[in-house]
């Protein structure tokens, strides 16, 4: 979609489709809603919120990265993640008995 709109192939009324192998996760953090009401009562609850997604978020976003997720979209406690099809063995670090990891 990105690449469409800046080479300037996007056109308005115009649906951009992408087709490939692999895997669409949808995630959502259990508790969420529980939490932001117990933190809307506090002063400082907006800044606790905050840091709670943070410190939730960040490692989450760094191990899909690792296993060459794309995070499509947020949406407040929830993700929508994609995997693609990744053949590992025709990696050079493939070492003949264990693919790196990514080959799911």
Known sequence: LQEAYYSGHLHENEIVIHRGSGGVVFSDASGFTALTEKLA???NG???L???LTA???PLIDLINA???DT???SGDALTIYFPSIDDTKCP???GILPPHGSY
Request: hydrophobic share 35%.
């Open 50 to 52: 905050s840091q709670c």
């Open 56 to 58: 939730f978020f960040t």
């Open 41 to 43: 009562k506090k002063s």
């Open 67 to 69: 296993y060459r997720g």
């Open 72 to 74: 499509i979209k947020f």
């Open 46 to 48: 907006a800044e606790l």
């Open 93 to 95: 670090a493939y070492n």
